[in-house]
């Protein structure tokens, strides 16, 4: 273990070279949010991020005027583009800009109307999960009893694929996973979930998951909280040894990130305060009540890549991870015209 030596300086430079891709920002949704922490993925070498903006917790008026108020935000930020196309994350990237959508986690955000995936199309959203933590009218959630797919369920599966929404299973329930992957008529992913393999929690994954979401020909973005990642452990190689369980499982053309990381951010709550103040959606017994959890950075991302080389990585599997594996899956998605 002393001898290993990780050239982290060329990954680095590789990290530059390639197209790299953050499924999933962590910042807890408030119309009022300071996005002024987004240089911290530029800075990374990162290339294009997804930011959510609701979730189940939250009533669904809040997530339109989150969204609302993030798209004005960052409009007027000079290094940030939203996107709507594969195109626009290139010109981004050319121009140097950070390149960023939306996300919202969980159907709650729907008010029971399927009209409104559109309309948050639209606005930039590109990507939606159905169940966060608890049941819903979509589907069942990681931390409860899993009532599986519902019709709403299916027709809103139906209608993201229609107009070009990712469909994303992280915080679902097991059950309702393999349901929403074995329905879509396109790829599933996860975007930030971790095996259970590795860390025994209710918010990963199994392997019948991963592999289900592989066969769909999906993604698993690999979740750098470190309660999924095992006893608040955040080091590298923790990381990447997650990131190399599913590659081992499923290839490494179905393995990506989603870093779940917070920037510090002005007037922001605590994340433990937060994680503490609903113990229906984040229970006790769980690790939320961790004191001091710990993010994976952006930053950290060179020594992730330095490390899957040492192990014997391609570049090409490499760039796959970093970004290509993700916009594949976008691409296969996303309406252009649009």
């Known amino acids: 273990m002393g001898s290993e030596v990780y050239d982290v300086a060329w990954a680095e430079l590789f990290i530059r070279a390639t197209l790299v891709w953050d499924a999933h920002a962590g910042i807890f949704p408030d119309p009022d949010a300071d996005l002024s922490g987004l240089p911290e993925w530029t800075a990374a070498g990162m290339d294009y991020v997804s930011i959510n903006v609701g979730f189940d917790v939250l009533d669904w008026p809040e997530t339109k005027r989150t969204l609302i108020g993030y798209r004005r935000q960052l409009e007027a930020m000079k290094s940030v583009v939203i996107i709507k196309t594969i195109a626009d994350i290139d010109s981004a990237r050319a121009a140097g800009k950070l390149a960023v959508s939306f996300d919202i986690e ?89 095996p259970v393999a590795l860390c025994d929690h209710q918010r990963n994954i199994h392997d019948d998951q ?94 992730v890549v330095a490390i899957l080389k040492y192990r ?7 760039r796959g991870y970093l970004g290509g594996n993700f916009r594949r899956v976008a691409t296969s998605i996303w309406n252009v015209e649009n």
């Open 210 to 303: 991963i592999k289900a979401c592989a066969q769909s020909g999906g993604v698993v973005g690999v979740n750098g909280m470190g309660i999924f990642l095992g006893d608040n452990d955040i080091s590298t190689k923790t990381f990447a040894n997650h990131v190399c369980y599913i590659a081992d499982l499923v290839g490494p053309e179905h393995v990506g990130f989603g870093l779940d990381y917070k920037p510090a951010q002005k007037h922001a709550p605590d994340l433990g305060t937060i994680l503490r103040s609903r113990p229906d959606y984040w229970p006790v017994g769980q690790k939320y009540d961790t004191r001091g959890i710990k993010l994976f950075t952006p930053q950290s991302m060179a020594d």
């Open 106 to 194: 969980g159907v709650n955000a729907l008010n029971g109307d399927i009209g409104m995936i559109a309309q948050y199309h639209d606005l930039g959203v590109r990507q939606m999960l159905f169940a966060y933590n608890l049941n819903n009218m979509g589907a069942g959630g990681c931390h409860d009893d899993d009532t599986g797919l519902s019709a709403f369920g299916k027709a809103a599966v139906s209608e993201m694929n229609r107009v070009g929404m990712i469909v994303d299973c992280s915080h679902v329930g097991r059950k309702s996973t393999l349901e929403i992957i074995d329905y879509a008529q396109k790829p599933v992913v996860f975007t930030h979930s971790n």
């Open 312 to 318: 014997g990585w391609s570049d090409a599997d490499l």
